[in-house]
């Protein structure tokens, strides 16, 4: 079986983050850079499907700046076999449906994918749709959110769970799923496995090298733009409630106006 | 804050990252509770041998690292500096692996080594016994000869890892002299004693053996008969150095919370740091910290180049160890009454220090060593 992992380096989730002052985007320098924790999860679940089926192959795909080669080492040293990177100054800004258009195009360099895995939603933007924009590209089955995951002969079957409830959903493949937070617990890169990785094959691509049109991609091909940013405004005293026997009310009333209950 | 370390490669650098990050999630998010209720942290040791981390010090093509003692002992200072306990079994680990890695035969470290370096096993080390701890060699554990293997009969002591441990390097007399065994976790004739009520370490049980006639095989003698004593001795020049870290690492961990509260707890309208009789009992502290690694670091320099390093190693084992005992009694003073309650961790250092001053030879034992190099 040949899986694909779509992964994203993200800043860092403990540490602050802004964006930049000049386009709105993330400023991505002024923090830590890290594979994202879901698509640890997401390389996990591959891993996993490779161990049970011999022969196998993990791919891991990313789109980002150079330095994001290092969470690319990160999946590469957990035991994924291969990456392609696609890095170009170009893709600065691309929004959710330009990433999947990217992506589509970095999948066509790659032949015989059985299977394309990814987080259901990256801990950055938070936009949590190129999963399914890239199944719905490829013409693939789209499997979102799924907590459990299973691969048998041709068919794959997962538990998705969302606010909604639990479904069970299965498609021919190959097919698009995306993972939840309770898919698995990622493993440790083994001191051996980082060795290894510095030795595995990772394809680095421009946009031409993918037959991306740049009009595709970046913050001008943006759907949406971001006049104006202003940081979180800093905690404040809260509200005070006098109990005048009717505390309880004037609690669920706050919570309401809050959108909470 | 992560230690700004010196290190001589990017591998190293790669294994340090590798080692912060599995320290910080497996280690600290645990050993309080297994500290307070003294039960035993299952399946983590798996989870070291899997990440590679003990092996480190041993070669490739038996399944071990290659990595330097420099790098190393800097692995077993990071995980100290989360769960002493389980640097210190770490550690001991890499000391019982020491006799069949050196003084094995080529057949005895292809069938024991690659399992023992990377398979998630553990061992322990079994030299002392109730009446024989300083004085080795007044050990009296028996292992008679015969046709089948060696008979040992006798009491061990102190054994860390005593029960739980899947092998042992075993000292043990052979006639006049000693000799050393890879002996295994089970086998007939052998228990353990009840764990003992230990000041510290609570997570990692330390027992003595029972040997009642139990058979090891004659392929289980490491090295020739009589050779015991060298083969320990040689060991326990590694074995300190890894104590040296660990107490290099226990010390930075008790710097760092008593320089976090300093700057957070205010007494006469500023911050307590800024009161210069507890800026310099910081100030003493760091410098304590500091030269521990300083002394540790080229002890395993001069090992790494194949240099003599016996005295260096005795040096950096005393040095680093009392460095830990002044560091984590000074941490609870900077506390104040809360340091000597269980609600910070400084209380818990301040025990796990004192053992470090009497294990792996006493610091009396290193100053005996450090003279014997004096004297002419």
Redesign the interface.
């Known amino acids: 079986m040949n899986i694909v992992v779509l992964v994203k380096q993200v800043p860092d989730t403990y540490s602050e983050r802004k964006l930049s002052s000049g386009d709105h985007t993330l400023d991505r320098d002024a923090t830590d850079a890290v594979l994202d924790e879901i698509d640890e999860r997401a390389v996990e679940s591959a891993l996993q499907l490779k161990e049970a089926n011999d022969g196998s192959e993990v791919t891991v795909v990313a789109m980002g700046p150079d330095r994001a080669t290092d969470a690319i080492r990160k999946a590469l040293s957990m035991g994924a076999d291969k990456a392609v990177h696609l890095s170009d100054e170009a893709i600065h800004g691309t929004d959710a449906i330009g990433t999947a258009k990217a992506l589509v195009k970095v999948l066509g360099t790659l032949e015989g994918t059985d299977l394309v895995l990814a987080g259901n939603e990256a801990s950055d933007g938070r936009t949590g749709a190129v999963p399914a924009m890239v199944a719905e590209l490829l013409g693939l089955p789209s499997l979102t959110h799924a907590r459990e995951l299973t691969v048998d002969g041709g068919t794959v079957t997962v538990r998705r769970e969302t606010d909604d409830g639990v479904t069970v959903l299965t498609a021919e493949l190959p097919a698009v799923v995306s993972v939840n937070e309770k898919i698995n617990e990622p493993?440790?890169?083994?001191?051996?496995?980082?060795?290894a990785a510095k030795k595995k094959p990772v394809t680095t691509l421009t946009l031409a090298d993918a037959g991306i049109e740049p009009s595709d991609v970046g913050l001008s091909a943006a759907w949406s733009t971001v006049t104006e940013s202003n940081p979180k405004p800093p905690k404040s005293g809260g509200e005070k409630v006098e109990d005048e026997g009717d505390g309880g009310s004037k609690i669920a009333a706050f919570l309401v106006g809050q959108k909470l209950i | 804050m992560a230690v700004d370390r010196l290190l001589p490669t990017q591998e190293a650098e790669d294994l340090l990252d590798l080692t912060r990050d599995l320290a910080d999630k497996e280690l600290a998010t645990r050993v309080e509770e297994h500290e307070r209720a003294e039960t035993y942290p299952e399946g983590l040791f798996a989870t070291l041998g899997a990440a590679g981390l003990l092996g480190l010090p041993y070669p490739e093509e038996f399944g071990g690292g290659a990595q330097p003692y420099e790098v190393y002992l800097q692995v077993l200072e990071e995980l100290a500096a989360r769960w002493a306990a389980v640097a210190v079994a770490t550690s001991v680990h890499g000391l019982a692996c020491f006799p069949v890695a050196t003084f094995g035969t080529d057949a005895q470290k292809e069938r024991w080594l690659p399992e023992l370096l990377g398979g998630g096993v553990v061992g322990g080390y079994s030299l002392s016994e109730p009446q024989a701890g300083s004085d080795a060699a007044a050990l009296t554990c028996k292992a008679v000869a015969e046709e089948a293997g060696y008979r040992v009969t006798g009491t061990k002591a102190w054994i860390t890892h005593g029960g739980r441990a899947d092998f042992y390097a075993l000292f043990a007399r052979t006639g006049e002299r000693i000799s050393c065994f890879l002996a295994p976790g089970q086998v007939e004739g052998l228990s353990f004693g009840k764990p003992e009520e230990k000041m510290g370490l609570h997570a990692i049980p330390t027992t003595t053996a029972h040997w009642d006639g139990a058979l090891l095989e004659t392929d289980r003698l490491l090295g020739a008969e009589g050779q015991g004593l060298q083969i320990a001795f040689s060991a326990l020049d590694s074995g300190r150095l890894g104590i040296a870290a660990c107490a290099t690492g226990l010390a930075q961990a008790a710097l760092d919370a008593a320089v976090d509260y300093a700057n957070e707890r205010t007494t006469f309208g500023k911050k307590i740091v800024d009161h210069q009789g507890l800026g310099f009992l910081l100030a003493d502290m760091a410098a304590a910290v500091d030269s521990a690694r300083a002394t540790y670091l080229d002890a395993a320099r001069r090992r790494d180049l194949g240099r003599p390093y016996s005295r260096q190693a005795s040096v950096a084992k005393l040095v680093a160890t009392d460095a830990a005992m002044k560091v984590t009694t000074d941490a609870v003073q900077v506390f104040g009454g809360y340091g000597y309650t269980r609600d910070f961790p400084v209380e818990r250092y301040m025990r796990e220090a004192k053992i470090m001053q009497i294990f792996e030879g006493t610091n009396q034992i290193q100053r005996l060593v450090i003279s014997r190099g004096l004297a002419r």
């Open positions: 493993r440790y890169p083994s001191f051996k496995g980082i060795m």
